[in-house]
């Protein structure tokens, strides 16, 4: 044996900090299994992150009293290999559980250059889309956003040109992650979700600010389970149908208002109130997933729906400029078709203002049940008064 048979048992009794390069050197002095050597070297490089890790401090003591414990007190190279393999588990803080495994970091694969075109595509194509969800949040954002989604589409035309070469595209890739764009767009995405939390869990602006990207994630995640089991108790659901296809501004329930029939009477807290409630289930429901819609039936009346979405409204000049309109639209089914309740299908205005009412008070109440969605009291009267 190279190593001195002590130095685990001296290491595990002084309770003294582990240097893992030193502590594998050991290892491999002592222990010919190629299988010892691998399976302590990832718990040992565990060990590194638990220790730079805020809050870790617990984990990082317990898993290296028992990586010592183990090589301190067992011999024999089987068992000392089934007891590595058992060690994927380490006590945390607060009695909690924290799993190894989570932090190994894998080797990356070599992308072959078709399966490298073909990723870069699809990030590209979910970003663009953020960036478009993201000009509705952030308006003075807007150009800023408009010209990073515009260098995202040249990349993307590039990427689908045989003649561009991948060293070419990786430049550019790079070069535009490193761009003061770029990082502005990645700062507005966290700064939605710190938003989000602000609005739907309750926090404080100093207590979501204290909070990890990691944090952030598992607290919405939990937040929006929560958010789902209040919905159903209201008998309204989430539908999971494709609405890409729906998203043009409603005639009448959008928030330039331009139906001044139905909306005679309504002020500012009204229409404030009605574009909070769009925008505030659109963020709460559509936009973690990547949508700028969000749809929802009614489970004890099957055949109404109701569709909360940001569309394109074009206005003329010189130069195009493109405006971003939230709305709802209510839709019915019939004989397995969704058909929007839409001012050209009804030539009687009132009865076609009624007909928009019916559908669409069950989900304002229903949003209004729920705590996250309180709703704005003169919006409430503008159509309970009117239905």
Partial sequence: MAADTNFFRQLHESDSDLEAGEFLIEIKNRFASGQVHEEARWRLQVLKELTSAEGMEAASHGLRKQLSKIFATVTDESEILAK????????????????????????KRTLTEDEYRKNLAKKINNTSTQIKNLT???????????????TMEKMGENLHDPTTSIQEIRAREEDLRE???FQRYEKL???????????????????????????????????????MTHLLKTEIKQSTTDMLDHLEPHDTLETTFADAVFWKGANIGVKNGFKDWIMGAIQAYGMLKGQRYAFFENEKEADHFLLFGIGVGEIGGEKELVEMVPFAKPFTRKAGYLLEIRKRDISDPDEYHAELRHYLMPFLFA?????????????????????
Avoid: C
């Fill in 84 to 107: 590595l393999k058992d060690l994927t588990e380490v006590e945390g803080a607060e009695g909690a559980t924290v799993d190894l495994r989570r932090f190994v970091k894998r080797d």
């Fill in 367 to 387: 949003f209004d049940s729920m705590r996250d969605f309180k709703l704005n009291g003169e919006l409430l009267s503008f159509f309970t008064s009117n239905y």
């Fill in 189 to 227: 995405k966290q700064e939605f979700l710190r938003q989000w939390l602000g609005r739907f869990a309750n926090l404080s602006e100093d207590e979501v600010n204290m909070l990890d990207a990691e944090e952030i994630q598992k607290l919405i995640v939990e937040h929006q389970r929560h958010q």
């Fill in 179 to 181: 761009s003061s764009a």
């Fill in 136 to 150: 509705v949040f952030f308006p003075d954002a807007h150009g800023e956003l408009t010209k990073l989604g515009d």
